[in-house]
């Protein structure tokens, strides 16, 4: 019962900001993407208060940096549910992020993919070709440095079992080639058992999301530099994610 409970009102948390944002599209492009920007870091903290008060679900962050966060940086993550999107929102509060993601999640989810398309977050088609998605990614990353932080998934899909997969380097060293930003390295962990409604259905009670802040590294300035980000970016989450779950793997 509490679980259905739960699953109503964050339903109606994500369908409420959707009407919310069409309502403005009437009204005109810039009128929602100003809805949207002002008000996405309040939408994430509703979701996860809605969670936490039905479903006991606690999100957690640790701050392992030693300095403070620029205005603008790249973020490298895992990725485990689309929970970790509001979860980043959540916790980057004063600052704009716009996230490299699947084109299939700009249509079809309450909110999020309403969220998605109006502040032109890159949207990429997985079964286009390389080149096309390349070219793509260069002008996300040229647009967005003006304005935002990049988000990257570098393992290009969700892990469902929350296992760290292999990073994938293409879109991570299109977007740091060319943004030219610090890169901040995010783990995260708990939305494994979050992946799909069914998921919600059956929240275990007291459920925790973490999420770490674990480097902040300074701008890469050669293709050397930016592999060596990346490389190190999943080093430092797969024993993030080792510590949490006390264990030793380091593969």
């Known amino acids: 019962m509490a679980a259905s409970f739960f699953l109503f009102f964050f339903i109606s948390v994500l369908l409420y900001f959707d009407v ?34 039905f479903g006991g679900l606690r999100l957690i962050l ?18 485990q ?20 993601a699947k084109r299939e999640l700009g249509r079809g989810v309450p909110l999020v993919s309403q969220m998605l398309r109006i502040q032109k977050h890159a949207l990429i088609n997985r079964k286009t ?16 440095a003006r ?21 994938h380097t293409g879109a ?14 995010v783990a995260i962990d708990g939305g494994k058992n979050l992946s799909t409604i069914k998921d919600l259905l059956h929240l275990r009670y007291g459920l925790v999301y973490r999420v770490a802040f674990l480097s902040l590294r300074d701008t890469p300035e050669s293709k050397t530099e930016v592999i060596s980000a990346i490389t190190d970016a999943r080093g430092e989450i797969l024993a993030q994610l080792a510590r949490w779950r006390g264990t030793t793997d380091a593969c």
């Open 20 to 53: 919310q944002i069409r309502i403005r599209r009437v009204f005109g492009y810039s009128v929602a993407r100003a809805y949207v920007d002002k008000n996405r870091a309040r939408i994430a903290k509703r979701l996860f208060d809605c969670a936490r008060f």
């Open 62 to 79: 640790e701050n392992k940096t030693s300095k403070p966060l620029p205005e603008r940086f790249v973020v490298l993550s895992n990725h």
């Open 81 to 100: 549910s689309l929970i970790d999107i509001p979860a980043l929102v959540a916790t980057v509060p004063t600052r704009q992020l716009r996230f490299v």
């Open 129 to 144: 070709n390389f080149s096309q998605t390349m070219n793509e990614l260069k002008a996300f990353a040229t647009g967005t």
């Open 147 to 167: 304005i935002a932080c990049p988000v990257i998934f570098p393992e290009g899909t969700r892990s469902r079992d929350g296992e760290l997969g292999a990073f």
């Open 172 to 185: 991570a060293r299109v977007i740091l080639e060319r943004a030219q930003m610090p890169v901040l390295t």
